[in-house]
């Protein structure tokens, strides 16, 4: 094999090697104290809706424009701002993980990932008695 044939394969390995970890998600999941800590940093924030402080969202007005509170597990509260349309079951979520930059005291999400577990609390209870018939 030539020498430059060498060369062509190694550039072509490393180029593989770059895109792949430009592709992996690098953010961490954070509570409200520790994403504030990383202000401008791109985190995850696992946290639930704080249904006591009123939802801003006017679709007439703005469908791209949601203002809410999310408390994290440690009981911290943030302002949340996300520039999109509302996810439709945010209200019954059990959990949400929001995904975006502490900006101040303002979380602005880029993306909204919704957690309910009381989905699938039938599909665990018919499971578990499938199992324990088998038994």
Not at 14 to 34: E, K, N, P, Q, R
Not at 39 to 60: C, E, F, N, T
Not at 69 to 88: F, M, R
Not at 107 to 130: G, M, Q, V
Request: proline share 4%; hydrophobic share 40%; charged share 25%.
């Amino acid at each position: 094999m030539k020498r430059s044939h060498i060369v062509i394969l190694v550039a072509i390995a490393i180029a593989i090697g770059a895109l792949i970890m430009l592709s992996v998600d690098f953010s961490t999941y954070d509570t409200v104290a520790s994403a504030r800590q990383k202000q401008g940093k791109y985190v995850h924030l696992i946290a639930r809706l704080d249904k006591s402080i009123p939802m801003d969202y006017d679709p007439a007005k703005n469908p791209n424009y949601l203002a809410f509170s999310a408390k994290d597990s440690l009981g911290n509260v943030t302002k949340v701002v996300y520039h999109n349309t509302k996810p439709a079951e945010l209200e019954q979520s059990e959990r949400i993980v929001l995904k975006g930059k502490m900006q101040g005291d303002v979380f602005e999400c880029s993306d909204i990932l919704l957690k309910c577990p009381s989905k699938y609390k039938d599909d665990k209870k018919a499971l578990e008695k499938t199992v324990g018939e088998k038994m």
